[in-house]
T-cell receptor, first 112, second 111 residues
């Protein structure tokens, strides 16, 4: 089993609130990723990181931001949540970009 | 054209059947290939890597055809527990980008 953890697992929040989704991995992986997935739909990469102090935007434009101050930690922040942000957010990590990606269990966000 | 394309299905098959999925990729420079399995409302999990010479893991066989740029997954003796969405995953090079996921093929195994 992968050692990658996300909190909260489920969050219902009002419009305009600031939220941070936490992601931690204990595998020492340099590469970390955030994917967004609506139910029954495909995964979209929204952010990735090669290592500490390195972050880049993914394929799908997102109003969220990320930071990578420590290898094991890759939080995602939404400054002002909107109903359009309602989705599942999946954090993942890998040793390298060509290697297996391990996913956390996901964070289900509902903005009302 | 999408980088990775899959037939969304669903494939409805009886228990014990053999079923095969194909996946095509657009970038001939692709280096790494995987099949992931995703259960409803769960995270994707690695099913198997796909090697150039093809590989087998129990009831599952994966094949790679570089000339035609597709990979396949064969499931023999389908079980009810095989019902899931199967994601084709490709990395186009050893550079800095993440893996690219297909939109998945849904399999429903029926009793």
């Amino acid at each position: 089993e992968a050692d990658i953890y996300q909190t909260p697992r489920y969050l219902v929040i009002g419009t305009g609130k600031k939220i941070t989704l936490e992601c931690s991995q204990t595998m020492g992986h340099d590469k970390m990723y955030w994917y967004q997935q609506d139910p029954g739909m495909e995964l979209h990469l929204i952010h990735y990181s090669y290592g500490v102090n390195s972050t880049e935007k993914g394929d799908l434009s997102s109003e969220s931001t990320v930071s990578r101050i420590r290898t094991e930690h890759f939080p995602l922040t939404l400054e002002s949540a909107r109903p359009s942000h309602t989705s599942q957010y999946l954090c993942a990590s890998s040793i390298n970009t060509g290697n297996t990606i391990y996913f956390g269990e996901g964070s289900w966000l509902t903005v009302v | 054209r999408k980088e990775v394309e899959q037939d969304p299905g669903p494939f409805n098959v009886p228990e014990g059947a053999t079923v095969a999925f194909n996946c095509t990729y657009s970038n001939s420079a692709s280096q790494s290939f995987f099949w992931y399995r995703q259960d409803c409302r769960k995270e994707p999990k690695l099913l198997m890597s796909v090697y150039s010479s093809g590989n087998e893991d129990g009831r599952f066989t994966a094949q790679l055809n570089r000339a035609s740029q597709y990979i396949s997954l064969l499931i023999r003796d389908s079980k009810l527990s095989d019902s899931a969405t199967y994601l084709c995953v490709v990395n186009k090079d050893t550079g800095r980008r993440a893996l690219t996921f297909g939109s998945g093929t849904r399999l429903q195994v029926q009793p």
